[in-house]
């Protein structure tokens, strides 16, 4: 899977890219992540990617042309790509589109959106709008991180032997994990508190403590 990212920002990625299961994945050839700096495209000798709004207000939105020229630069990257605008009022990402997206394997766009908010027109070429939750970040750098983490963690070779099972039980959002504890059995704080690990986990009863897990599996709200 190629991914393409236009962003303003484009050294906001090679750290967290390069790092853990998202640098595993490069090294196993299950994606390949191309940054694209908007600024590139942008227009004049000052390399111009904003512009007031017509019809007034505050602040600055993304020109059209640097991000259609960027995006038609990402096509030539990538091929049958899907292009996701990364924005507060999209569809809020979840698992289930984490592992349809790795299931497609297809190649994708990830338009990072900044300042006050882009030109709409931008929309032309967007197959999806996407928001990583009901919150206003400075710009869709750290959602686009979100989006490629979540997926490319699903895609083959990359957690290890059990990913279709992953993706599976994840879509049903039925795995979340159940507390877990290790050595040592009782830790004791510098104020004297003693914190101990749950008697049913040092039982050897494997079905008490299956029940015991099932029962703690849940989510927090
Ligand atoms: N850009 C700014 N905030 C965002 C969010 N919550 N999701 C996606 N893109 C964003």
């Known amino acids: ?10 050294d906001m990625f090679p750290s967290i890219l390069d790092t853990s299961m998202l640098r595993k994945a490069q090294e196993i050839n299950a994606v390949e992540y191309h940054l694209i700096s908007l600024r590139d495209f942008g227009l004049g000798p000052r390399k111009q990617v904003d512009d007031t709004p017509y019809g007034g207000g505050n602040g600055m939105l993304l020109k059209i042309e640097p991000l259609y020229a960027a995006t038609a630069h990402a096509r030539s990257l990538t091929k049958n790509a899907k292009v996701l605008l990364m924005t ?4 809020t ?19 990072c959106g900044h300042y006050e908010g882009y030109d709409e027109r931008i929309l032309t070429l967007v197959d999806a709008e996407i928001s990583i939750g009901d919150y206003v970040l400075t710009g869709g750098e750290l959602p686009a991180l979100t989006v490629i983490d979540a997926i490319t963690r699903l895609l083959p070779g990359v957690l290890g032997g059990e990913n279709s099972a992953a993706i599976e039980s994840f879509s049903h959002g039925d795995n979340l994990e159940y507390p877990q504890y290790t050595r040592p059995e009782a830790f004791t704080t510098p104020d004297g508190q003693t914190l101990k690990v749950p008697d049913v986990l040092l039982s050897g009863h494997h079905a008490e403590i299956d029940a015991w897990r099932a029962a703690h599996a849940t989510k927090k709200n």
Do not use: C
Not at 1 to 10: D, E, Q, R, S
Not at 102 to 111: E, G
């Open 1 to 10: 899977m190629k991914i393409a990212i236009i962003t303003l920002f484009p």
């Open 88 to 91: 507060p009022k999209g569809q």
């Open 93 to 111: 990402w979840n698992q289930s589109l984490a592992a349809e997206y790795a299931t497609n394997n297809q190649d994708l766009i990830l338009i």
